[in-house]
């Protein structure tokens, strides 16, 4: 059996990509909580529920966890991300947990995890979108802390 593959290669927009990333993180500011390693905020959307957790925190740089915690139906899989904020930059970007396994700029294709040829792009438009419905249709659940003596 041949392969067909494609003579022309993927070359990334850097500049809508960077675009991309800066957006999210003015819109990952918003969600996050106290930069505080441990902390966390639950969403919850509709009937699913997210929770967002400050997953180590750096001079330049913060590691956030965004994990499904309640899904709408037992048939769609929970979702996980793990997002570095870079605060030099301001930007942020989905990383892999495992630094082994990073997401590639690109790919070629056919691939033998067949990811798409602007996989990175792809995933971090995702979670433009996901940051940006939870600001505008998610419930953020706040702990008030009303013994503290100023009440």
Same mark, same amino acid.
């Given at each position: 059996?041949?392969?067909?593959?494609?003579? *022309?290669?993927?070359?990334?927009? @850097? %500049?809508?990509?960077?675009?991309?990333?800066?957006?999210?993180? @003015?819109?990952? @500011?918003k969600? @996050?909580?106290?930069? $505080?390693? =441990?902390?966390?905020?639950?969403? /919850?959307?509709?009937?699913?529920?997210?929770?967002?957790?400050?997953?180590?925190?750096?001079?330049? #740089?913060? /590691?956030?966890?965004?994990?499904?915690? &309640? #899904?709408?139906?037992a048939?769609? %899989?929970?979702?996980?991300?793990?997002?570095?904020? +870079?605060?030099?930059? *301001?930007?942020?970007?989905?990383?892999?947990? /495992? +630094?082994?396994?990073?997401?590639? %700029?690109?790919?070629?294709?056919p691939? %033998?995890?067949?990811?798409? *040829?602007?996989?990175? +792009?792809?995933?971090?438009?995702?979670? &433009?979108?996901?940051?940006?419905?939870?600001?505008? *249709? =998610?419930?953020?659940?706040?702990?008030?802390?009303?013994?503290? =003596?100023? $009440?």
């Amino acid at each position: 059996m041949s392969q067909v593959l494609s003579s *022309k290669q993927y070359i990334q927009s @850097l %500049p809508r990509y960077i675009t991309l990333c800066e957006r999210n993180y @003015l819109r990952a @500011l918003k969600l @996050l909580p106290e930069e $505080v390693v =441990g902390e966390s905020r639950v969403i /919850d959307l509709a009937s699913a529920r997210y929770s967002l957790s400050v997953a180590g925190v750096s001079k330049y #740089t913060t /590691d956030i966890h965004i994990e499904q915690m &309640a #899904t709408v139906s037992a048939h769609l %899989p929970h979702f996980s991300l793990s997002v570095r904020l +870079y605060h030099d930059a *301001k930007v942020a970007e989905v990383i892999h947990r /495992d +630094y082994h396994r990073r997401i590639k %700029p690109s790919y070629g294709y056919p691939n %033998p995890d067949m990811h798409q *040829k602007d996989e990175k +792009y792809q995933i971090n438009a995702f979670l &433009a979108d996901w940051l940006m419905v939870c600001l505008e *249709k =998610g419930r953020v659940h706040l702990n008030w802390d009303v013994n503290n =003596g100023l $009440v």
